[in-house]
């Protein structure tokens, strides 16, 4: 299967972007390989939904024994012009976590609401939790300035997804048991904002509206921080490289710690 003449014409129209300054390509493998043209989709059924399957689904929810906190940005639109896409640059850390935490950065695009919410987030986590993962296409920007299109998600297994995402969201997660009495760091475990340099960050942050045009300067963007985790500089840099770029980020620790 290939990607549908719509997503070939963004797919060209995104090419020959070029990396901020300082920014180079992670080398990112899966310890099991899938079969090319395939990506791993978690199947959840029903004995998991009491477990911690949910807690990418629902962002900025905090249930059972667990606390999720979520800094980045957000966009949502009404059901008559649902996003197709949304793309970013992530810079990639490995930020020191212990057991039962995440720390994770991540793009993702969503849909319904309740029982029906579907989600589908790519991005990088640190502690081996599985990627939550709709036909919705997976693009990678490689070495040679160009897109490979990795596979697809079936949109048989996200029925709310299938025409389009009402919210896109772009930041950082981080997961701890609410037992813990302190919670990991997020992006870098730095917040400067507006140092890229020592703050995690997302660049080239863009959209795919409903007519499938491609939108470098997305409108409407609203913000979210979290407890020890912030958010800020999302602004369009009109440097050729850099585009719609925000940071985001936190060192975590105990609740003294962030009230500092």
């Not at 810079?91 to 919410?117: L, T």
Request: aromatic fraction near 10%; hydrophobic fraction near 30%; charge should be negative.
């Amino acid at each position: 299967m290939r990607p549908s003449h719509k997503i070939r014409k963004m797919i060209a129209k995104m090419k020959h972007k070029k990396l901020p300054p300082g920014v180079q390509h992670a080398k990112i493998k899966l310890d099991e390989a899938c079969p090319k043209g395939t990506i791993p989709v978690l199947r959840v059924v029903d004995k998991d939904l009491s477990k911690n399957v949910s807690n990418l689904y629902k962002p900025q929810s905090n249930e059972g024994n667990q606390n999720l906190e979520f800094a980045g940005i957000f966009t949502q639109t009404t059901p008559d012009k649902k996003y197709q896409s949304n793309l970013a640059t992530i810079s990639v850390y490995n930020p020191q976590v212990g057991p039962h935490q995440y720390s994770s950065a991540a793009i993702s695009v969503e849909a319904g609401n309740g029982a029906d919410f579907n989600q589908i987030q790519i991005g990088w986590t640190q502690e081996g939790t599985e990627v939550r993962n709709a036909s919705w296409w997976l693009l990678v920007y490689n070495d040679d300035n160009d897109y490979d299109s990795i596979g697809y998600f079936p949109a048989t297994q996200f029925n709310e997804l299938a025409g389009g995402a009402d919210k896109l969201q772009w930041g950082g997660y981080v997961l701890s048991s609410r037992d813990d009495n302190t919670s990991p760091p997020m992006g870098s475990g730095h917040f400067d904002n507006g140092v890229y340099q020592r703050t995690c960050f997302m660049s080239q942050v863009e959209l795919v509206d409903h007519n499938f045009d491609l939108v470098d300067s997305p409108t409407g963007v609203q913000t979210a921080m979290s407890r020890c985790y912030l958010e800020g500089d999302e602004s369009y840099k009109n440097d050729g490289k850099t585009g719609y770029s925000f940071c985001f980020g936190g060192t975590g620790g105990s609740e003294s710690d962030c009230e500092q």
